[in-house]
C-alpha cells in the first residue's frame, strides 16, 4: 500500500455566508455503504455544531457535496441529484437542514465550447483538470487559482511521483474491480447454461 492511500477520497469543508456547513468530498471508487458514508459524515457535522446545553434554533444546515468519479445513479441521466428531506406523497419540505448533492463526472460530456454557466464550467474543470495545458476562456478569477493550485508545477518531484503513483493505483483497482465483475458474469452465464443443458438430459 502506497503511503497516504489510505483513503481514495479528497475532503473539504467550508462555510457559506448564510452559515451553512458544506462537506465536498471527491471519491474515485465506489464501495459497500459509500452511500451511508455520505449521509452518516452530514448528520455527524450537524448534530456536532450543538454544545451541551445549546438550543436547537442554533443548528445551521449542512451540504453534503459529492464528487464521484463513478456514475452513482445509473438510471438516473441528470449529471447533478440532489436530496432532502421530503414528505412521501406530497412531496412537502420538511426541512433544509441536511441536503446531500452528488455530481457524476463520467455523466458530464460537454466540450470547452459548450460551457454555458459558471456550474458547467466548474464541473468541466473538476473533471479534466489533469489534462488541461492551459487555464480555459471565460473563466473566474476563482478558477484560475484553482487552476495554479492544481498545476503540476506546485508539487516536488517527490511529491508529484507520490501522486503517478496513486493515480496508477486507482487505475488498476478499477480495473480490477471491472474485470472481476465481467468475470464473474461470464462464468454465471457459462454455469446457467451447463445447468440448463442437465435439466433437459
Known sequence: MLKGMKDTFV????????????????????????????????????SAQLKKGDDFHRLNPVIALTITDFNLFPDQGDVISQFKLLEKKEFIEYSDDIELIFIELPKFNKTEA????????????????????CVPSNVSKEQIHAFEIA???????????????????????????EYALKTGLEQGLEQGKVEGKKKLH
Not at 457559506?16 to 449521509?39: P, T
Not at 460551457?115 to 473533471?127: E, G, M, P, T
Not at 508545477?153 to 496508477?168: C, G, P, S, V
Open 114 to 133: 459548450e460551457l454555458n454557466s459558471i456550474q458547467d464550467r466548474w464541473i468541466y474543470f473538476i473533471k479534466n483538470a489533469g489534462q488541461l495545458d
Open 151 to 177: 498545476n503540476e508545477a506546485n508539487f516536488t518531484e517527490q511529491e508529484l511521483d507520490l501522486q503517478h503513483r496513486k493515480k496508477d493505483l486507482i487505475y488498476i483497482q478499477k480495473n480490477s474491480v
Open 11 to 46: 475532503d473539504v469543508k467550508a462555510q457559506l455566508d448564510n452559515g451553512s456547513e458544506v462537506i465536498i468530498e471527491m471519491q474515485v471508487l465506489n464501495h459497500k455503504g459509500f452511500e451511508k458514508r455520505v449521509l452518516y459524515n452530514a448528520a455527524k457535522k450537524y
